[in-house]
């Protein structure tokens, strides 16, 4: 089938996971048209890592159904779905899992490596959009928690991906570098790129315009916000000095 030309991005129907005795997905269903943003919040075990690995192509579900731009990803095996992952989604973490031995040029153009080819000028322009270009040459243990934040999103772009996944991506950084961030983000939001952010911290969830709470595996509630300026619902609720 040909990738959805206008249609919902991604389409999650009846989708469970089951660890032995524990349901860590239990029937979600949800939708996420093209260019929205999604926060997904819930306490620890709600089952919001598990929704994002399985959309992330990196598991599979028990049951249930999930299409991402029109892809049936559970008739997909490894191999594809690994391709549909690199090709179609940029993955941001809270822990930034850069390669100490290599400089933030050398870790954006690794995304590259497993897509295509590495291309230095492009990989030095990604860093650019994120305010580091002249941090380029610099390795992971001479940059600021922020700054290797800022690398990673990078790395997530490199390849220009319709979906970025990112799991508690503000969780280890101070308020300033908070806001760089979720300012990266409402950017990204402007160019039409697909966002779902995984947060525990209500002020950055509210950054999005739809948010969905999980408890035990399960959807329990959607709230609608209206839209904001980059930064603003952080300020109104201390955030930002």
């Known amino acids: 089938m040909e990738p959805n030309a206008g249609g919902p991005l991604l389409e999650i129907a009846d989708l469970s996971k089951v660890y032995g005795p524990l349901k860590a997905l239990d029937q979600v269903t ?4 093209q260019g929205e943003w999604l926060s997904i919040v819930g306490p620890s075990g709600s089952g919001k890592t598990t929704l994002m690995n399985i959309v992330g192509c990196m598991d599979q579900p028990t ?9 049936d990803l559970s008739a997909l095996g490894a191999k594809e779905l690994t391709q549909v992952r690199r090709e179609t989604v940029g993955l941001i973490f809270q822990k930034f899992h850069m390669i100490g031995h290599l400089t933030a040029l050398e870790n954006v153009m690794v995304a590259q490596y497993y897509h295509s080819l590495p291309d230095e000028s492009e990989a030095l322009a990604a860093l650019g959009r994120v305010g580091l270009a002249e941090r380029a040459t610099h390795l992971p243990s001479q940059l600021s928690g922020g700054e290797q934040q800022r690398v990673c999103i990078a790395r997530a772009l490199i390849n220009y991906p319709k979906l970025v996944l990112a799991d508690e991506p503000t969780g280890n950084l101070d308020a300033d570098n908070e806001r760089i961030v979720l300012d990266l983000f409402a950017q990204l939001h402007e ?11 209500p002020a950055v969830a509210a950054q999005g315009e739809r948010e969905v709470r999980l408890d ?4 329990v509630q959607e709230i609608r916000h209206r839209a ?5 619902v952080l300020k109104e609720a201390g955030h930002v000095a």
């Open 30 to 33: 949800l939708n996420v048209d």
């Open 228 to 232: 904001a300026r980059p930064g603003q």
């Open 191 to 201: 160019q039409g790129t697909t966002l779902i952010v995984v947060t525990h911290d």
């Open 216 to 219: 035990h595996g399960r959807i």
């Open 63 to 71: 049951a249930g159904a999930v299409r991402l731009d029109g892809r």
